[in-house]
C-alpha cells in the first residue's frame, strides 16, 4: 500500500524556518518523482517544489526560489522541505505527491501525480 506521510508543519514567525519531511511507504523513492504543493484557504493548490528520482534536478516556484530547498534521502525513503526566510503568504497546508518518474521534467501540476499524503499545516504568523 503506496503511502506518504508529511510532518514538520507548524507555527512559526516570519523569517523563520521549519524542515518538513515526507515519508514513504509501501514502495522505494528510487524511481519516484515528488513534488511539494501548498494551499491556503480559498486558494488553489499550487506546486512550490519538485525532485527527479533520476539525476536529483530540482525545481522552485518562482514565490519560494532562493528560500526553499527540496532534498531526497532515498536511503531513508524520504523526502524533504527546507523552508527559510518564511512569510506569512507561506501559511498554507503543505502537500507532497508522487508519481512513477518517466523522464518528463517538472512536475508542477497537481494531475501530474498519482499519490497524496495527508498534509501539514505551516502557519507563518508573530
Known sequence: QVQLVESGGGLVQPGGSLRLSCAASGFTLDYYAIGWFRQAPGKEREGVSCISSSDGSTYYADSVKGRFTISRDNAKNTVYLQMNSLK??????????????????????????????QGTQVTVSS
Open 88 to 117: 506569512p503568504e507561506d501559511t498554507a497546508v503543505y502537500y507532497c505527491a508522487t508519481r512513477f518518474d518517466v523522464g518528463v521534467f517538472p512536475l508542477d501540476r497537481a494531475y501530474e501525480y498519482d499519490y497524496w499524503g
